[in-house]
């Protein structure tokens, strides 16, 4: 009977590894995709190619101010949160 609570007891924890890896890794392909699309693709470039020092110079303020709505939206949106609270289950689960 012990040994097949033994069978039963690494099947077990085999399959929480398991579970764990895949939660991990879906994790981070979600935050990689919510990075990719919140932070880099949601605004362009506001310099344009033909700009000089001067106009450069003039529109920092709007280049900070652009900068720190990028970083707000991005700790705003869900999906962020949804693959930290992910990684972090799968490094509990890893754990047990």
């Known amino acids: 009977m012990l040994k097949y609570a033994n069978i039963v007891n690494k099947a077990v924890v085999n399959k929480v590894k398991q579970i764990s890896d895949y939660l991990f ?3 981070i392909i979600l935050l990689i995709l919510t990075l990719l699309f919140k932070g880099v ?6 310099n344009s190619i033909g700009n000089i020092d001067l106009a450069m110079h003039e529109n920092h303020g709007n280049d900070l101010k652009s900068q720190d709505s990028i970083v707000k939206s991005i700790f705003k ?3 962020v949160w949804i693959s930290i609270l992910g990684i972090l289950v ?3 689960l890893s754990k047990l």
Do not use: A, H
């Not at 693709?41 to 506001?46: I, T, W």
């Open 25 to 27: 890794m879906s994790s």
């Open 41 to 46: 693709g949601s605004k362009g470039s506001s």
């Open 77 to 79: 949106s869900v999906f």
């Open 90 to 92: 799968s490094i509990l």
